[in-house]
């Protein structure tokens, strides 16, 4: 198949670019660079099947003509939880680059696979998440709710185009993904400023108690639930969880990443929830995946202890290959397994 990537550049986008080749398919990728990194795409900037377009989802002429001879658009392309910043960005990027990426698609008759977001689940106290579950958001002067709601314009979107022009489409909700080429930042997720912490030997920041739950999937379980959803019928017109149901309180993450890079004694800093303004939190997310067991088959493999041990060492060399300063440590599990 022909598969137009926006977001190729980003974490999930590049991994599912070099899946995409290594199956043999055909991949355009379109990502204005604004959070992704050429770095990310350096395994296959040759690759004969690969063209790079740096370009904005919101330009709709340009996505027309990216979109031509496609047979599905996967559409990653995004801003996401406004953190030190207004929600403009996120309100307005997601919501036109949506609607341009599926008018093109549209015009063409090209399937959308598109990533939404466990953040729709939002406030819903009842877990595990399954798809027909409430979508429980909070009030709009909580800027963190602008992310959840513009995914669900996405999700709405979709079926509508669905309805009105017989769209192929999937909506697919990550539950927190992990691994190599994650962005290093809290934009990358928690575990990615865990790791710096601990390399750096600097305090782990934790926000409120810690005590907030979360299931964190590792990159090529993620790239499996999407490339099944572009390769499988049975996915088409669905909404699916796509994440390991492994629940972990953020204050267990950070003790586990502190033991596997440095072990001793953990260095951990509370950072109160008013340092981001007007915020709340979701407080337990776990996803029922039953869904995407039956119809794609998607069993998640990689286990967290093996996963982060892949994803600290790739964050050393990322951060080597950015020129930041990393001090030379004998990792703890690899001191183990020696
Ligand atoms: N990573 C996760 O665990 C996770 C969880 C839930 C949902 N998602 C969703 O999955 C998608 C991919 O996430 P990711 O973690 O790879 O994010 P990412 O930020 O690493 O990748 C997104 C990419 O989109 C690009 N982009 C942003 N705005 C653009 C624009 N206007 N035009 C063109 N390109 C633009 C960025 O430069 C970046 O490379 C996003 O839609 C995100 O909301 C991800």
């Not at 958001?137 to 669900?152: D, F, L, T």
């Amino acid at each position: 198949m022909k598969i137009l990537i926006t977001g190729a550049a980003g974490f999930i986008g590049s991994n599912l670019t070099e899946a995409l080749l290594e199956r043999g398919h055909t991949v355009v990728g379109l990502d204005n660079l604004s959070q992704g990194f050429l770095l990310n795409l350096k395994n296959v900037q040759n690759h004969r099947r690969f063209r790079f377009v740096e370009g904005d989802i919101r330009d709709e002429k340009l996505v027309l003509r990216l979109t031509r001879g496609c047979d599905v658009v996967v559409h990653l392309a995004a801003f996401k939880i406004p953190r030190y910043s207004d929600a403009m960005d996120t309100l307005l990027i997601n919501s036109h680059g949506t609607l341009s990426v599926l008018k093109a698609a549209a015009h063409y008759g090209a399937k959308v696979v598109a990533a939404s977001t466990s953040d729709v689940y939002g406030k819903n106290p009842k877990v595990p998440f399954s798809e027909d579950s409430d979508l429980v958001i909070g009030r709009p002067e909580v800027k963190r709710w602008s992310y959840a709601i513009s995914k669900m314009f996405e999700e709405q979107l979709l079926f509508a185009y669905h309805e009105r022009h017989g769209l192929n489409v999937v909506a697919l909700r990550f539950f927190g993904g992990y691994g190599p080429n994650q962005h290093l930042t809290w934009w990358g997720g928690p575990q990615s400023v865990f790791i710096n912490a601990a390399i750096d030997d600097e305090d782990i920041p934790l926000h409120g108690d810690g005590m907030q739950t979360r299931s964190f999937t590792y990159i090529s379980d993620h790239v499996d639930g999407i490339v099944a959803c572009i390769e499988k019928s049975e996915a088409n017109n669905q909404v699916f969880n796509i994440g390991n149901t492994r629940e972990i309180t953020i204050k267990e993450l950070a003790l586990l990443i502190w033991g596997l890079v440095r072990g001793g004694e953990p260095k951990l800093k509370l950072t109160p929830y008013e340092t981001f303004g007007k915020y709340e939190d979701v407080m337990r997310r776990v996803p029922d995946i039953s869904k995407a067991r039956r119809l794609l088959n998607f069993n998640p493999k990689v286990d967290l202890e093996e996963g982060l041990k892949t994803t600290i060492r790739w964050q050393i060399g990322r951060r080597r290959a950015l020129g930041m300063p990393t001090p030379d440590l004998t990792l703890r599990f690899e001191d183990r397994a020696e």
